[in-house]
């Protein structure tokens, strides 16, 4: 594990190190910012999963959480979005392939080989993480689009594994909307059967723990009917009785504008838990 | 004017209009941070003035400084760092030519058509700011790096122009460093004396207003000791009694992470005066 970038920030430090991932097969960047507190105790970390195209410096770089992760005492960690490096397959488009992981084990080829950021996201960078970090086992997650789908489904899949889930404008249902299907396609193959274990709202009906879900959505997003459609995953919860706070903002779109308004909310909500 | 990016952010818009501005004699492009206060009435307004290779985007998207213009009522007006377009003469490397405008007044060819940022952002901006949003009269000036060369320069060249001003990391004596030599050398030739009027380590000493200077600079810069040198505006200001807090902030680098880090302290101490 290699230390790339090291910068203060809010009196803490916001770093980024490379490591060679065994479960993707490759070399992986991964953002961890610590706070003032860190010098002195271990604390819980907040997994942060960013949506299509991104990597792992669209977060620290424009959602200005770290000033909030300082009030609190949370270790804040921003993974890449898929595995990476020239051996990895990639296709054409932003949607599926590098930057499109969608957080999920493919099981198609050419992407399972290396598309299994599901067990990096859940095992193998948490455990590097609590080994190498003053963080304690105390797990939230939280991430924005598909990576708000990645927070939903990895938190309803693992019951235990975190004490707090929230998203910003998730692909909620997946398996119901075209950046879904596109990927799932070909990450999960044709049998639709199998894409209902990666789908929050398939998985809500299932889960056997009641994490409460924080969805902030705004309703000014280009992408609200056609991807998001947060309404389905409202539903579901209704008819199982799984809480839910959705939180529809008015005049807000897709960007980090949006999330860089509502992410002290979403710290102070998982400071709570954690 | 144009209105090129309309997003909601913390309770208020982050808008990016587009103008012609006929001081510059090109199409220009500003940021413009309207609070939820802005639609009730008239604000005062805060000018941010960018580093070298910056445009209106990176303050905007970088320094989380929206929510602290919502907390104390304040505009923010974040303009690009030099003329642009196809017209505008430019120059080979970052610090010359587009980006690099040095807020000056530009008397040499090929520079002296287009590079009068001075005046666009004294003069013509503010005007135009003053007279299409809910702006009062009451300005505030900071900004980073060359941009806080820029509005040190501004405040102290235009005594009541300005109720407050403060820098981050700013290029204190251009005529003294690198950086400053090459722009000045092409942008007003190579008769240093005519450099002094834009140099604010020299200005301090004739400044008829005792406007206090608020100045943060990282110790882990890498470019304090080469072209920063703020002790020189310190040494400066001691001279003539010029009222300067300058804070060096330990560990803090010349990123935006630095910026964001206390970018909350310094509009405080701008809201303060406006």
New interface residues.
């Given amino acids: 594990m290699e230390r790339i970038e090291h910068?203060?920030?809010?009196?803490g430090w916001?770093d980024v190190y490379r490591h060679r991932s065994e479960v993707l097969g490759c070399e992986m960047n991964f953002a961890i910012y610590l706070p003032p507190q860190a010098a002195a105790r271990k604390l819980p970390v907040l997994y942060w999963l960013s949506g299509l195209t991104c990597n792992e410096q669209n977060f620290i770089?424009?959602a200005?959480a770290?000033?909030y992760a300082a009030e609190h005492g949370i270790i804040l960690v921003a993974p890449d979005t898929s595995p990476r490096g020239d051996e990895v397959a990639d296709a054409e488009g932003y949607d599926l392939g590098k930057g499109a992981g969608f957080y999920l084990n493919a099981t198609e080829q050419p992407w399972a080989k290396h598309y299994r950021m599901h067990d990096y996201i859940v095992d193998e960078l948490p455990a590097l993480i609590e080994a190498n970090f003053p963080a304690t086992g105390a797990r939230g997650i939280s991430g924005h689009s598909m990576g708000g789908h990645g927070a939903l489904v990895v938190a309803l899949r693992n019951p235990g594994r975190y004490r707090s889930v929230s998203a910003f404008s998730p692909i909620v249902a997946p398996s119901q909307v075209p950046w879904g299907e596109k990927a799932f396609t070909a990450y999960l193959g044709e049998d639709r059967s199998t894409w209902l274990q990666w789908d929050a709202s398939e998985l809500v009906a299932l889960a056997s723990e009641r994490l409460p879900l924080l969805v902030d959505q705004?309703d000014?997003d280009d992408f609200l009917g056609g991807q998001l459609q947060p309404q389905r995953l409202q539903a579901a919860c209704e008819v199982v009785g799984h809480p839910i706070e959705l939180r529809m903002?008015?005049?807000?779109?897709h960007?980090?504008?949006?999330i860089?308004?509502f992410i002290?909310d979403h710290i102070a909500h998982h400071a709570e838990a954690l």
């Fill in positions: 910068r203060a920030c809010s009196g916001q770089t424009k200005g770290q000033r705004g000014a903002q008015p005049g807000y779109d960007s980090y504008y949006f860089a308004s002290g």
